[in-house]
Every structure is written in structure tokens, then in C-alpha cells.
């Protein structure tokens, strides 16, 4: 007779297998909560300086909120092993338009394909050489696309070689339980069969931050995400990890 497993190992298998061994699943929803910039101002410099090739204008940052902005680079996701269910097909987007990367930060699933179209009239040259996945795709034109997989989890930064102020992020996570927070902070993570669970928020200056949660049958869950910060607008918890 087979022993039968604590709940905490039912939500492992669930993540390690991505199966889905109970007929309930429920959602867990959250705040980011943020009370002061973090991310430091975009410094470029003019264009002459360093481009290459025809006039391409550099677009500005949307968000004219600063909270708002902090909050919307939230990645939120559930920590646990590898799902073994590859999601095969699945083709995430990160273009390059207007010098700029778009989106600035992209959240996927282990197993994920990234394509990364040039939109502007220049040369572009993608690269990173982040321990999760490292690469470099060489220059190439408007119109073109490169794809990258994705396979192990982690931080990825990416770069572009001819133009020093480009930058983005893409957070890949170990199973499909993923999410940017929005504007106001919220976000949700859907369909999460009952077990016990590691929610984790990432924000690029801040770093990592877990939550223990527990979810239960015909329930949602409430957390929430306090992102401390000194007089200075520095992270504590990024701090304490120095």
C-alpha cells in the first residue's frame, strides 16, 4: 500500500509534473506594494554619439507615474523543479523598435522560444551573457528575426552590441504560474491546484522576494509584496544579501 502524500508534496509533484491531479484549482492574488522610485533615470546619450546608420529616434518611457512604473516591472511567479511538460510552440515576442527593447521586461516558462525582430532602419545586435542562457545573434537588419529557447529558468539581461543603452530583461520561470504585476500593483496567478507553495516577486533593482502561501480547496488566496527601501531609496533586502 502506497503512503499517501502530505499536501505540501501533492503541490511539488503538481509543479514537477504539470499535471493536474485535482479537480480544483483556485487563484492566488496579490499587491506590490512600492512607495518609492527605485530604478534610476534612463541616461542616453545623443544620438550622433553613438549611432550607427540612419536617424532612429528613441522612444520615452509610457508610465509618467513613477510608483506606477516600479510596480509594472514586478515579475511574480511560483518557485518550485522544472515542469517536465514542455511547452513546445510556444513563441514569446521581444522587438526592437525605436532603440528601445519591447517589452523591457518579458516573463516565460522554461521551454519557451523568444523571437527578436528588428523594427528599425539600423543594424541591431543581441546578446547576453547571462549563466541561464547565453548567446549572441549578430548583427542584422529591418525585417529580420532571431529565435532563442529558453530552457533552464533564471535571469536573463539582454543587450544590444551597437547601441550601449538598450537593455531588457527576460525572467524565466521553472512552471506556467507567471505574471507582471500592472500599474496598480495587483496581479494573479490562475488555476493553482491546492498545496503548499513558494510565491516569489523579482523587480531588477530590488531583487528576489518569497512568500510562503497555502492553498487550500474553493479558496483564493490574498498576498502581499512590501518592497522596503531606506531613506536613500535603496533595497533592504538587496542589501542584507551583500
Known amino acids: 500500500m502506497f503512503p499517501v502524500p502530505t499536501k505540501r508534496g501533492l503541490g511539488l509533484f503538481i ?10 484549482a483556485e487563484r492566488i492574488e496579490g499587491t506590490i506594494v512600492i512607495r518609492k522610485k527605485l530604478t534610476k533615470r534612463r541616461v542616453t546619450a545623443e544620438v550622433p554619439m553613438y549611432q550607427r ?19 509594472s516591472r514586478v515579475a511574480v511567479y511560483i518557485d518550485g523543479p522544472l515542469s517536465k511538460d514542455s511547452p513546445s510552440g510556444v513563441l514569446a515576442r521581444m522587438e526592437q ?4 527593447f ?20 539600423i543594424f541591431h545586435n543581441v546578446f547576453s551573457l547571462s549563466g541561464p542562457k547565453n548567446f549572441d545573434l549578430g548583427n542584422y537588419p529591418k525585417g529580420d528575426t532571431r529565435v ?9 539581461y539582454v543587450n544590444c552590441h551597437l547601441h550601449s543603452n538598450m537593455a531588457a530583461t527576460i525572467v524565466v520561470t521553472p512552471n506556467k504560474w507567471n505574471t507582471l504585476a500592472d500599474r496598480d500593483g495587483h496581479f494573479g496567478l490562475q488555476d493553482v491546484p491546492p498545496g503548499q507553495y513558494t510565491v516569489v516577486a523579482w523587480h531588477k533593482t530590488a531583487g528576489f522576494f518569497r512568500q510562503p502561501v ?21 533595497a533592504l533586502e538587496s542589501r542584507r544579501r551583500e
Request: with cysteine; hydrophobic share 40%.
Open 15 to 24: 509543479l514537477a509534473t504539470g499535471v493536474l491531479v485535482c479537480a480544483h
Open 53 to 71: 546608420g540612419p536617424a532612429v529616434g528613441l522612444s520615452a518611457d509610457q508610465e509618467e507615474d513613477p510608483l506606477a512604473f516600479e510596480r
Open 97 to 100: 523598435t525605436n532603440r528601445r
Open 102 to 121: 519591447t517589452p523591457e521586461i518579458l516573463v516565460i516558462r522554461a521551454g519557451t522560444k523568444v523571437s527578436f525582430p528588428n523594427n528599425d532602419p
Open 148 to 156: 532563442v529557447s529558453f530552457p533552464e529558468p533564471g535571469i536573463v
Open 214 to 234: 497555502t492553498v487550500a480547496a474553493g479558496r483564493d488566496e490574498h498576498i502581499e509584496f512590501l518592497i522596503p527601501i531606506d531613506e536613500s531609496g535603496r
